[in-house]
């Protein structure tokens, strides 16, 4: 019987995992989405074109495998129609092979506005929320209050109208004014192409393929230090990102889980507010910033840019119980003579080497160590053997201090620029 791949982001998000997955997906019959919603922007480029991916999973591109959206994933109908019909105008047709959880949690436009209205009232104490109902829709169903896909099918406009009016009286009560009718119409339009789609019991039908011997590939959102319970609280989302996540997000035993795939950049960077101890408020991060075209592919929002964080990553291949690495965007320190990595941080004068409970307050010192720069272009090289002496060495580094072998090296954004190493 086979078991489920997982492969998630290790840092703050934005690791690059569309890209991989893409790569990925040919060796696997199934690729599914396991959490989070249309916060999560996945870029791949390939053939000279560029496509961002919101909730359908990364593997739709590559021909002829099944994708599935997971019962732990929070779906937006409107977003997630604009997404399909682009990619249908562009000759991806997914109807006949995306599938999607009867289990998945709807956004509604109502959580939209309780999104903003939260956020806003939070002052100067915002958390950085893209503002897309995520957190809302998320409370919803932990309260045990959530509409779901597979209410479609089930006495809908009832549970529609009482979820409606609770979100209202939760609002009249923050006095906070709004007006939904433009954006309901869309959404009940959006629900309606949603049927066109393949709703399932998505636990069943997993498992199923499992015991029929098939490969599946599920793909992580965000990234580990955004989890709900182990991320950098309260500056995290509203899923567990986790390895975790993706047992509870698709019906999937622990004993079932295979190959773990950590994802993270040769830097760092983060979005929105929150700690980050390695970011670098001078012309290194603006120069890791505008060589790594550091902002978000779904919001556009500037991204935080810094060192990599030695003690963060060992944290979260910890957590993941992450069995191979791939590390992304190493060409983007091409041009720098010395690169620095946190091995430690210094907290009230004590060196320590384990991700602390209060990292949201806690006056942290990253303790750096200094490795040679390739100053060498890596994005024209094709196969291992072409990497600078430097280079090795770095991954090397790497490699010793997370004890986890890194087993592809992406050098650029396009498919190809990916290498595969041992």
């Known amino acids: 019987m086979k078991k489920v791949d997982v492969l998630l982001g290790l840092q703050w998000g934005d690791e690059g995992k569309g890209k991989v997955v893409d790569v990925l997906t040919p060796r696997y019959d199934v690729v599914t989405r396991f959490q989070g919603g249309p916060n999560a922007g996945h870029t791949l480029e390939f053939e000279g074109n560029k496509y961002i991916l919101r909730s359908i999973p990364s593997g739709i591109f590559q021909g002829g495998k099944i994708n599935i959206i997971g019962n732990g994933v929070v779906l937006d109908p409107v977003l997630f129609k604009e997404e399909a019909v682009s990619l249908a105008a562009g000759g991806t047709d997914l109807t006949d092979r995306l599938l999607i959880s009867k289990k998945a949690h709807l956004i509604m436009p109502t959580h939209r506005v309780l999104d903003a209205a939260n956020e806003a009232a939070k002052g100067t104490g915002k958390i950085g929320t893209t503002g897309k109902g995520i957190g809302p829709a998320y409370t919803d169903k932990i309260s045990r209050n959530g509409l779901r896909v597979g209410d479609l099918l089930h006495d809908f406009d009832r549970k529609y109208a009482a979820a409606r009016l609770r979100h209202e009286n939760q609002l009249r009560a923050m006095n906070y004014s709004y007006n939904i009718a433009e954006s309901e119409r869309q959404w009940f339009k959006a629900l309606e192409y949603l049927k066109n789609f393949q709703l399932i019991d998505s636990e069943h039908v997993i498992n199923e393929y499992l015991a029929e011997d098939k490969s599946i590939l599920a793909e992580g959102a965000q990234g580990t230090m955004l989890d709900i319970d182990f991320g950098s609280y309260p500056f995290v ?10 047992c509870t997000g698709l019906g999937v035993a622990p004993r079932n889980i295979g190959e773990v795939y950590g994802i993270f950049k040769a830097y760092c960077t983060r979005v929105g507010a929150g700690p980050f101890p390695t970011e670098q408020f001078d012309e290194t991060g603006e120069l890791l910033c505008s060589r790594g075209n550091e902002y978000g592919s779904v919001t556009g929002r500037k991204r935080r840019c810094g060192w990599i964080d030695l003690v963060a990553l060992r944290y979260a291949i910890m957590i993941n119980g992450v069995t191979k690495l791939i590390m992304m965007k190493s060409d983007v320190l091409d041009v720098l003579p010395t690169i620095k990595a946190c091995i430690a941080y210094r907290i009230d004068g004590e060196e320590v080497t384990h991700f602390p409970f209060d990292v949201a307050d806690a006056a942290i010192e990253p303790v750096y160590t200094e490795i040679d720069g390739w100053q060498t272009d890596l994005s024209r090289m094709k196969s291992e053997d072409e990497f600078p002496e430097e280079f090795n060495a770095y991954l090397a580094f790497l490699e010793e201090e997370l004890q986890t072998p890194i087993v592809i090296v992406s ?12």
């Open 237 to 246: 989302t509203s899923s567990n990102t986790i390895c975790a996540g993706c």
């Open 411 to 422: 050098v650029g954004p396009d498919r190809e620029q990916t290498i595969e190493r041992y």
